[in-house]
């Protein structure tokens, strides 16, 4: 509002109360005392200014309150998620103990269905029936305890590393002999010593190779 409006209503009000005269009111409503209405209006004023700075002093409690609730929510869902990861690479660990523990089983297993399926029985075991069902009833039962073994590890993503007939890599394999062979590549997996295995991505254990090496010089 401009000064000249201002002035303009401060006239008006003026000639209004110029001209009002309480005496000859001849209203029935009662007079106002402006004294008294000025009273009560600079009490409201006040009483007003007073709540509008609790409301304020309670609105930035209620901020804080709110900024706390916030990083003690944050704190702990970083608190739960160091949790489970700690958690999760526990029973990573303890599966990993386990699944090596199943692995040296199968060694084992494997080196008896080795040993059974080198065994060539004589003439006169082949004579005794009995004792060569028995035995050949012990190897099917070593290799159908080898193929459930096989079955329980692949259910757990573990399989085995491919070495024989590729080139040697030392990050999943480990070298414990060399051989010469002249239809082989230099470098060249021959054999294994002992299998090597990996789940998903994670290494296991390594591969125990005998690798080609070069032709000794005369």
Do not use: H
Request: net charge negative; proline share 2%.
């Amino acid at each position: 509002m401009d000064a000249e409006v201002k002035e303009r209503l401060m006239e008006e009000f003026r000639a209004c109360l110029d001209d009002w005269d309480p005496v000859n009111d001849d209203t029935d409503e009662p007079l106002v005392d402006l004294a008294l209405l000025f009273s009560e209006l600079s009490v409201l004023r006040n009483e007003v200014r007073v709540e509008a700075r609790q409301f304020k002093t309670a609105l930035d409690d209620m901020r804080s309150i709110t900024e706390l609730l916030g990083e003690q929510n944050r704190r702990l869902t970083r608190d739960l998620e160091r949790a489970r990861e700690k958690e999760g690479l526990s029973l990573r660990q303890t599966e990993r103990l386990l699944l090596l523990d199943m692995l040296d089983v199968r060694d084992r297993i494997a080196s008896a269905l080795s040993v059974f399926n080198a065994y060539r029985p004589g003439f006169l075991s082949r004579l005794a029936s009995t004792e060569t069902r028995l035995a050949q009833g012990l190897g099917e039962g070593i290799q159908l305890t080898l193929g459930r073994l096989d079955d329980a590890l692949a259910q757990r993503r573990v399989r085995a590393i491919e070495a024989v007939g590729g080139r040697l890599d030392p990050n999943t394999m480990r070298v414990v002999g060399v051989e010469y062979r002249a239809q082989s590549n230099l470098g060249e997996v021959l054999s294994e010593a002992r299998r090597g295995f990996v789940r998903d991505d994670e290494l296991l254990r390594l591969a125990e190779v005998i690798v080609n090496k070069r032709e000794s010089e005369s």
